[in-house]
C-alpha cells in the first residue's frame, strides 16, 4: 500500500487506524530474538566463551608465512631444495657474524660456534653448514655466513625465526655483531613491526572512535552497542581462527584485518539499526500512546528488521562476496587474510541480526539513556541531511560536477602506478634481517641477500653454471651442489648484480628463464617475490571484475532495478581510482613522506591492487546498500523519486557521515605508527572511505538518483518475473 507523502520535511506516517503489517522473514526473527531473549544471550554467551577460550592462542596459532605463488616455479624450487638439498631452500635461516678483525680469530671462532649450537638445538633446523672460504666468507675475511637449513614449513620457520633472532643478536660485543637474516626472518621481523603498529594504531584511534560513537548515537547506551557486536565478532571469530589454523596455514594478519572490519562494520550495522528502532518506537507510540511499552519496543524491532535489518542482510552478503574474489588469487596468506575477515563478519553479521534486536527489545525506551542533552528522543529524518538532499535536487549539475571532476583529478595519477613485493627498507632499521641484509651487501655485493637458486638435472649442470654465467645482470655464479640423496638434481646459486627489490632483478630472472633449458627451475627468496606480484598482476583484472560482477547482482536482486544498480557499482569505481590515486602520489613519489616519516620505495607494495581494491568496494557497496535501500523504501512508499533521493539522504545521510567518520578516524591513525605497510593500509583506506562518503554517497549517487528519476526503479517485464520480490518498505 502505498502513502503519499507531499511534506518532504516530515515522514510519511500510517492512519491510526491502519492495522500494522505482518512482519516479513527478518521481523518475525527479530521478533523471536526479542521473546527469547534469554535463549539468544545464552546462545551467544555460549558462542562467545566457548570460542573465545581459543583467542588467547591467536598470535601464537597463527602464520607468519604463505606469501607465495602456489604452483609457481620459484615454489617448486623451494619444495625440492628442502627435500634433496638438506633444507638449504629460501626458508633457511642465515647467520650473519660481521667483526672489526678476521673471522679466523680465535674468539670470533667461538662465536661463530656457538652460534651455530644455538641453531642446531632447534629441531626445525635441519643442517648447519658452516661459513665456506670463497663462498659464505667475504673476501676481506671480517665477515661470516652460516646456513641453518629448513627442516620444517615455511610458517614454521618463520616461528623459528621469532625464536632464535633473540639468542643470536644476544652473541653481539666486543665488535663483533650477529644477526639472523633471509626470507623467514624478515617475515618475522615484519609480522612483529606490523602487528605493533596495529595495537598502537588501534589504541590510538579507541578515543576517537568512542567520542564519535557517543554523538553519533546520541546516548552513552547506544554507543556501547557496536562494542557489543564487535567484542562478540571478534572473540568467536579469533577463537575460530586458532581452531582453523590447525588445518590449514592461517596468516596472522588475518586476525589484524579481521578486527578492523569487525569494529568498522559492528558500528555501522549498529548504527544503522538503533536510529531505525528509535524511529519505529517512536512512531509506534504516537499511533498508540496507549501500548504497552514492552510490545511496542517489540513491534519496533519488527519494523526495524524488515527494513534496515534487510539493508544490513544485503550489506553483509556485498561484503562476504567483494572478499570471496580474493580466494581467486592462489596465495595462502591473501586466501587465509581474506577468509578470516569474512569469518568475522559472519560473527558480526549473526549478532548483529540475532543478539542486537534481542537487546533492543529488552532495551526499549532505555536505548536514549544519558543521552546528551541536544538529542531528540526517535530522531531519525535529518533536517540537514534533507535541506542538503532539497539543494542537490534543485542543482544537480553543479554538485555532480564538482565531485566527478574531483574524484577524476585524484584517480588521474594511477595511470602512471607501479607495484612490487616490498623491499627490506620496510622494516625498523634495528631488525635482525635489516641489520644481516645490510651486513652481507656490505661484504657480498648488492645483489647478495638476493642470491639465486637454479636446480638442473646433474648432467647437465656444467652446462647450465656456464649459461648463468654468461648472463647480464649476474655477478658470479657458485660451482654446482649435486644433491646428496642422488635424487639427480644440482643447484646452482648465483649472484645478481642489482639489490633483490631492484626491477632489473626481474629482467635477469626472465632471461634465465627464457636461454636456459626447459628443465631447469630458477627460484631463491628474491625470486619468490617476484612470481608472487606476477601473479598479483595477471590476477588483479579478473578480481576487480568479479567483485564488480557479483557486487552488481546482489544489487539487482535486492533493488530489482538494474540502471541504478549498475550506476551504484560503478560509482564505486571512481572513490577506488581517487583513493590510489593519491596512494601513487604519496607512497610512490613520495610527496608527504616527510610528514607521515617514511622513506618512499618507488612503488606500491604489490598486494595494495587485489586486497585494498576488494576491502574498499566492500565498504563503499555497505554505504551504497544504506542509502539506495532507504530510496527504494521512500519510492515504494510514496512512488515519488524526489521523495526517494531527499528521504534517503535525509534518514541514511547522518548514519553514513558518522559510520565514515569512525572509519576515516581509525584508518588514519595506521598511518600514523608503524612501518610502511600499515602507512599505506591507513592512507588508501582512510582516503577511499573519506572520498566515498563525501563525494559519492552524498553527492554523486543521489545526483544520478536525481537525473535518472523514476527510471532509477524501472524493471524491465522479463526482469520482473525472474527476480524474486523483495521490499524495503514495511507498509
Same mark, same amino acid.
Given at each position: 500500500?502505498?502513502?503519499?507523502?507531499?511534506?518532504?520535511?516530515?515522514?510519511?506516517?500510517?492512519?491510526?487506524?491502519?492495522?500494522?503489517?505482518?512482519?516479513?522473514?527478518?521481523?518475525?526473527? &527479530?521478533?523471536?530474538?526479542?521473546?527469547?531473549?534469554?535463549?539468544?544471550?545464552?546462545?551467544?554467551?555460549?558462542?562467545?566463551?566457548?570460542?573465545?577460550?581459543?583467542?588467547?592462542?591467536?598470535?601464537?596459532?597463527?602464520?607468519?608465512?604463505?606469501?607465495?605463488?602456489?604452483?609457481?616455479?620459484?615454489?617448486?624450487?623451494?619444495?625440492?631444495?628442502?627435500?634433496?638439498?638438506?633444507?638449504?631452500?629460501?626458508?633457511?635461516?642465515?647467520?650473519?657474524?660481521?667483526?672489526?678483525?678476521?673471522?679466523?680469530?680465535?674468539?670470533?671462532?667461538?662465536?661463530?660456534?656457538?652460534?651455530?649450537?644455538?641453531?642446531?638445538?632447534?629441531?626445525?633446523?635441519? /643442517?648447519?653448514?658452516?661459513?665456506?672460504?670463497?663462498?659464505?666468507?667475504?673476501?676481506?675475511?671480517?665477515?661470516?655466513?652460516?646456513?641453518?637449513?629448513?627442516?620444517?614449513?615455511?610458517?614454521?620457520?618463520?616461528?623459528?625465526?621469532?625464536?632464535?633472532?633473540?639468542?643470536?643478536?644476544?652473541?653481539?660485543?666486543?665488535?663483533?655483531?650477529?644477526?639472523?637474516?633471509?626470507?623467514?626472518?624478515?617475515?618475522?621481523?615484519?609480522?612483529?613491526?606490523?602487528?605493533?603498529? @596495529?595495537?598502537?594504531?588501534?589504541?590510538?584511534?579507541?578515543?576517537? /572512535?568512542?567520542?564519535?560513537?557517543?554523538?553519533?548515537?546520541?546516548?552513552?547506551?547506544?554507543?556501547?552497542?557496536?562494542?557489543?557486536?564487535?567484542?562478540?565478532?571478534?572473540?568467536?571469530?579469533?577463537?575460530?581462527?586458532?581452531?582453523?589454523?590447525?588445518?590449514?596455514?592461517?596468516?596472522?594478519?588475518?586476525?589484524?584485518?579481521?578486527?578492523?572490519?569487525?569494529?568498522?562494520?559492528? *558500528?555501522? %550495522?549498529?548504527?544503522?539499526?538503533?536510529?531505525?528502532?528509535?524511529?519505529?518506537?517512536?512512531?509506534?507510540?504516537?499511533?498508540?500512546?496507549?501500548?504497552?511499552?514492552?510490545?511496542?519496543?517489540?513491534?519496533?524491532?519488527?519494523?526495524?528488521?524488515?527494513?534496515?535489518?534487510?539493508?544490513?542482510?544485503?550489506?553483509?552478503?556485498?561484503?562476504?562476496?567483494?572478499?570471496?574474489?580474493?580466494?581467486?588469487?592462489?596465495?595462502?596468506?591473501?586466501?587465509?587474510?581474506?577468509?578470516?575477515?569474512?569469518?568475522?563478519?559472519?560473527?558480526?553479521?549473526?549478532?548483529?541480526?540475532?543478539?542486537?534486536?534481542?537487546?533492543?527489545?529488552?532495551?526499549?525506551?532505555?536505548?536514549?539513556?544519558?543521552?546528551?542533552?541536544?538529542?531528540?528522543?526517535?530522531?531519525?529524518?535529518?533536517?540537514?541531511?534533507?535541506?542538503?538532499?532539497?539543494?542537490?535536487?534543485?542543482?544537480?549539475?553543479?554538485?555532480?560536477?564538482?565531485?566527478?571532476?574531483?574524484?577524476?583529478?585524484?584517480?588521474?595519477?594511477?595511470?602512471?602506478?607501479?607495484?612490487?613485493?616490498?623491499?627490506?627498507?620496510?622494516?625498523?632499521?634495528?631488525?635482525?634481517?635489516?641489520?644481516?641484509? /645490510?651486513?652481507?651487501?656490505?661484504?657480498?655485493?648488492?645483489?647478495?641477500?638476493?642470491?639465486?637458486?637454479?636446480?638442473?638435472?646433474?648432467?647437465?649442470?656444467?652446462?647450465?653454471?656456464?649459461?648463468?654465467?654468461?648472463?647480464?645482470? *649476474?655477478? &658470479?655464479?657458485?660451482?654446482?651442489?649435486?644433491?646428496?640423496?642422488?635424487?639427480?638434481?644440482?643447484?646452482?646459486?648465483?649472484?645478481?648484480?642489482?639489490?633483490?627489490?631492484?626491477?632489473?632483478?626481474?629482467? /635477469?630472472?626472465?632471461?634465465?628463464?627464457?636461454?636456459?633449458?626447459?628443465?631447469?627451475?630458477?627460484?631463491?627468496?628474491?625470486?619468490?617475490?617476484?612470481?608472487?606480484?606476477?601473479?598479483?598482476?595477471?590476477?588483479?583484472?579478473?578480481?576487480?571484475?568479479?567483485?564488480?560482477?557479483?557486487?552488481?547482482?546482489?544489487?539487482?536482486?535486492?533493488?530489482?532495478?538494474?540502471?541504478?544498480?549498475?550506476?551504484?557499482?560503478?560509482?564505486?569505481?571512481?572513490?577506488?581510482?581517487?583513493?590510489?590515486?593519491?596512494?601513487?602520489?604519496?607512497?610512490?613519489?613520495?610527496?608527504?613522506?616527510?610528514?607521515?616519516?617514511?622513506?618512499?620505495? &618507488?612503488?606500491?607494495?604489490?598486494?595494495?591492487?587485489?586486497?585494498?581494491?576488494?576491502?574498499?568496494?566492500?565498504?563503499? @557497496?555497505? %554505504?551504497?546498500?544504506?542509502?539506495?535501500?532507504?530510496?527504494?523504501?521512500?519510492?515504494?512508499?510514496?512512488?515519488?523519486?524526489?521523495?526517494?533521493?531527499?528521504?534517503?539522504?535525509?534518514?541514511?545521510?547522518?548514519?553514513?557521515?558518522?559510520?565514515?567518520?569512525?572509519?576515516?578516524?581509525?584508518?588514519?591513525?595506521?598511518?600514523?605508527?608503524?612501518?610502511?605497510?600499515?602507512?599505506?593500509?591507513?592512507?588508501?583506506?582512510?582516503?577511499?572511505?573519506?572520498?566515498?562518503?563525501?563525494?559519492?554517497?552524498?553527492?554523486?549517487?543521489?545526483?544520478?538518483?536525481?537525473?535518472?528519476?523514476?527510471?532509477?526503479?524501472?524493471?524491465?517485464?522479463?526482469?520482473?518475473?525472474?527476480?524474486?520480490?523483495?521490499?524495503?518498505?514495511?507498509?
Amino acid at each position: 500500500m502505498k502513502h503519499p507523502d507531499t511534506t518532504l520535511g516530515r515522514p510519511a506516517t500510517t492512519a491510526p487506524s491502519d492495522p500494522p503489517p505482518p512482519p516479513g522473514l527478518l521481523g518475525r526473527l &527479530g521478533t523471536w530474538s526479542v521473546r527469547h531473549f534469554k535463549a539468544v544471550l545464552a546462545g551467544w554467551l555460549l558462542v562467545v566463551v566457548g570460542l573465545g577460550a581459543f583467542a588467547p592462542q591467536v598470535t601464537s596459532a597463527l602464520s607468519g608465512a604463505g606469501w607465495q605463488a602456489d604452483g609457481s616455479e620459484s615454489v617448486k624450487v623451494r619444495q625440492i631444495a628442502e627435500q634433496h638439498f638438506a633444507g638449504n631452500a629460501s626458508s633457511a635461516l642465515q647467520i650473519v657474524v660481521a667483526a672489526d678483525r678476521p673471522v679466523t680469530e680465535p674468539d670470533v671462532q667461538r662465536v661463530i660456534t656457538r652460534a651455530g649450537e644455538i641453531a642446531a638445538a632447534d629441531p626445525r633446523v635441519s /643442517t648447519v653448514v658452516a661459513p665456506q672460504p670463497g663462498a659464505t666468507i667475504a673476501q676481506d675475511g671480517r665477515t661470516a655466513v652460516l646456513l641453518a637449513g629448513a627442516n620444517a614449513s615455511p610458517d614454521d620457520m618463520v616461528r623459528a625465526a621469532d625464536d632464535l633472532k633473540g639468542p643470536l643478536n644476544d652473541l653481539s660485543g666486543d665488535g663483533i655483531d650477529v644477526h639472523a637474516t633471509g626470507a623467514s626472518v624478515l617475515w618475522s621481523d615484519f609480522n612483529k613491526a606490523n602487528h605493533d603498529a @596495529m595495537m598502537k594504531s588501534e589504541i590510538m584511534s579507541w578515543p576517537v /572512535t568512542l567520542a564519535i560513537l557517543v554523538l553519533a548515537f546520541g546516548s552513552l547506551v547506544a554507543a556501547g552497542l557496536p562494542l557489543l557486536l564487535t567484542m562478540a565478532g571478534l572473540a568467536a571469530s579469533a577463537g575460530s581462527l586458532v581452531l582453523i589454523s590447525h588445518l590449514f596455514p592461517v596468516s596472522v594478519w588475518a586476525m589484524n584485518f579481521a578486527m578492523m572490519f569487525a569494529l568498522a562494520l559492528g *558500528i555501522d %550495522y549498529a548504527l544503522f539499526l538503533v536510529v531505525r528502532f528509535r524511529s519505529a518506537r517512536a512512531a509506534a507510540a504516537r499511533r498508540n500512546p496507549a501500548q504497552d511499552s514492552r510490545l511496542s519496543s517489540t513491534a519496533a524491532v519488527a519494523e526495524t528488521m524488515d527494513t534496515a535489518g534487510k539493508a544490513v542482510l544485503l550489506s553483509g552478503a556485498t561484503v562476504l562476496v567483494s572478499l570471496s574474489a580474493v580466494m581467486l588469487v592462489p596465495s595462502p596468506a591473501f586466501r587465509s587474510m581474506a577468509g578470516g575477515i569474512m569469518l568475522a563478519v559472519l560473527f558480526v553479521l549473526a549478532a548483529t541480526l540475532t543478539l542486537l534486536p534481542a537487546v533492543l527489545g529488552r532495551l526499549g525506551h532505555r536505548v536514549d539513556a544519558l543521552a546528551l542533552p541536544w538529542v531528540k528522543s526517535g530522531e531519525h529524518r535529518s533536517p540537514r541531511f534533507a535541506a542538503w538532499g532539497e539543494r542537490l535536487w534543485k542543482h544537480p549539475l553543479r554538485y555532480g560536477a564538482l565531485a566527478l571532476a574531483a574524484l577524476i583529478a585524484l584517480a588521474a595519477p594511477v595511470l602512471g602506478l607501479r607495484t612490487a613485493m616490498p623491499s627490506i627498507a620496510v622494516l625498523p632499521e634495528d631488525a635482525s634481517a635489516r641489520a644481516g641484509y /645490510t651486513a652481507v651487501q656490505q661484504a657480498f655485493g648488492p645483489g647478495a641477500p638476493g642470491t639465486l637458486q637454479i636446480l638442473t638435472p646433474t648432467e647437465g649442470a656444467a652446462d647450465v653454471s656456464a649459461g648463468i654465467a654468461a648472463t647480464p645482470g *649476474i655477478a &658470479g655464479v657458485m660451482p654446482a651442489q649435486p644433491a646428496a640423496d642422488g635424487s639427480g638434481w644440482s643447484m646452482v646459486q648465483a649472484v645478481p648484480t642489482v639489490d633483490p627489490s631492484s626491477p632489473d632483478l626481474g629482467r /635477469t630472472v626472465d632471461a634465465l628463464r627464457a636461454d636456459l633449458p626447459s628443465d631447469t627451475l630458477v627460484g631463491g627468496a628474491a625470486v619468490e617475490n617476484l612470481d608472487l606480484q606476477h601473479l598479483l598482476t595477471e590476477k588483479t583484472p579478473l578480481v576487480i571484475g568479479v567483485v564488480m560482477g557479483l557486487g552488481f547482482l546482489l544489487l539487482l536482486v535486492a533493488l530489482r532495478a538494474p540502471l541504478i544498480a549498475a550506476l551504484g557499482t560503478a560509482a564505486s569505481l571512481l572513490s577506488t581510482g581517487a583513493a590510489f590515486g593519491v596512494a601513487r602520489l604519496v607512497f610512490q613519489d613520495g610527496h608527504g613522506a616527510g610528514l607521515l616519516g617514511f622513506t618512499p620505495q &618507488g612503488f606500491l607494495d604489490g598486494w595494495a591492487p587485489v586486497f585494498f581494491f576488494a576491502m574498499i568496494f566492500a565498504i563503499a @557497496m555497505d %554505504y551504497t546498500v544504506f542509502l539506495l535501500a532507504s530510496a527504494k523504501e521512500h519510492y515504494e512508499r510514496t512512488g515519488d523519486p524526489r521523495e526517494a533521493m531527499v528521504g534517503a539522504l535525509a534518514h541514511s545521510g547522518r548514519v553514513i557521515f558518522a559510520a565514515a567518520g569512525v572509519m576515516v578516524a581509525v584508518f588514519f591513525t595506521f598511518a600514523l605508527s608503524g612501518p610502511l605497510p600499515p602507512k599505506e593500509m591507513g592512507i588508501v583506506l582512510g582516503v577511499a572511505v573519506l572520498l566515498d562518503a563525501a563525494l559519492v554517497r552524498l553527492v554523486l549517487l543521489p545526483v544520478l538518483l536525481r537525473l535518472t528519476g523514476a527510471a532509477a526503479w524501472r524493471t524491465p517485464a522479463w526482469l520482473d518475473r525472474v527476480l524474486p520480490k523483495i521490499s524495503f518498505s514495511h507498509d
